[in-house]
């Protein structure tokens, strides 16, 4: 395979501290979820890479399969623990299709396939609990 693009995060402190990225001057106060302070946890940011991993490669296989609708994606992410330091995320991934003809049934099909497509589905599978649903306005 062929590299598109590479990023490095940098996390100083942990989920109480500071990150930053080497290719952008994003930096964000990383707070524990829960804790009432001003910043983002980890849980957060990965809802959102996930939602807009996911919601570009349903946009690749509208383009293959030649369809026509306007998406949402939302992604929830659960963060559970078990016994001791067992600690493990869940996510449901919900999209909504509008201006589209495309039954309820055909739109379920395009958002497994890009289930089958997004590199964070691939990689979180077998691995996280996860949900996948849709609806057609």
Same mark, same amino acid.
Request: proline share 2%; hydrophobic share 35%.
């Given at each position: ?55 570009? @490669?349903?946009?690749?296989? +509208?383009?293959? &399969? *030649? #369809? ?35 039954? @309820?049934?055909?739109?379920? +099909?395009?958002? &497994? *396939? #890009? ?23």
């Amino acid at each position: 395979m062929k590299t598109l693009y590479s990023t490095k995060g940098t996390v100083t402190g942990g989920r109480t501290g500071n990150a930053s990225l080497q290719d952008s001057d994003l930096t964000i106060n990383m707070v524990a979820p829960g804790s009432g302070k001003d910043g983002n946890n980890p849980e957060q940011l990965f809802a959102m890479g996930y939602a807009a991993c996911f919601d570009g @490669a349903l946009a690749a296989v +509208k383009g293959e &399969e *030649k #369809a026509k609708f306007d998406s949402t994606t939302e992604v929830s992410v659960d963060l559970m623990k078990g016994e001791g330091l067992d600690f493990q995320l869940a996510v449901k991934i919900h999209v909504v299709a509008e201006n589209t003809e495309l039954s @309820a049934d055909e739109f379920q +099909k395009l958002v &497994e *396939k #890009a289930n089958k497509v997004c590199p964070y589905s691939k990689a979180t599978h077998g691995n996280i609990d996860s949900e996948v649903t849709s609806e057609v306005k």
